[in-house]
């Protein structure tokens, strides 16, 4: 595995959840890093813990005009992961079309949108975050996972194009993440304790358990096209 120490990283969603721990991560691999959210006040509160080898950067992954005058405006990054997506769920007989194109739009074509107009160095990485839907399915959330699926594939597919730069995704499991926040704290412990007893590895995720499999992704210059699933063997379960 490669050194980090003074690669230039930008966390796309950096501002908390998963993409938070992976800038905590990247720090402490020596990295400098940028977080990049659509909130300047959630920013502001994730630099506080991120420390002096962080900066942050307001960016909307659905505004294309905004994503090219950026990564226009910076050199080239060694490693770029993209964690920020907005997916309502729900059946897709129940679901509103206008949500689900919310969905789509969100998760795969702001990924798609960073690929088409970032600048990477020549050995640099680019990182989507996916989740395990793409192979266990669930009938309540088919179009999360023909979305992650969709990411799957264009990493595959961009980590012949864009090569020497490497594309990898890492899908995760259910993660303990803010996303949760909002539900009462006694039916998400309910939820999490459910879910953890039919898992392989009995316990849910956290967010440093994918900043791991993002890092060394980062760091193992041979992982180009690949997917590592990170979800307490969810998929076999």
Known sequence: MTSLANNRVLVIGGSSGIGLAVAESAIAADAFVTIASRSRPKLDEALKALGPKAQSAVLDTADENALEAFFSANDPFD???????????????????????????????????????????????????????????????????????????????????????????????????????????DAKQAMFEKVAANLPAKTVGQPADIANAVLFLMATPFATGSNVRVDGGGAIA
């Open 79 to 185: 490693h770029i992961v993209v964690s920020a997506a907005q997916t309502p769920t729900g059946p897709v007989r129940k679901l509103a079309l206008a949500d689900a194109q919310h969905a789509m739009e969100s998760k795969f074509w702001g990924a798609y949108r960073v690929a088409r107009f970032a600048r990477l160095s020549e050995r640099g990485s680019l990182t989507l975050i996916s989740g395990f839907l793409s192979e266990r399915p669930s009938a309540m959330s088919v179009l999360q996972g023909a979305i992650n699926a969709a990411l799957e594939g264009l990493a595959r597919g961009l980590a012949l194009e864009l090569s020497p730069v490497r594309v990898n995704t890492v899908s995760p499991g259910l993660i303990d993440t803010p996303l949760w926040s909002k539900m009462d704290k």
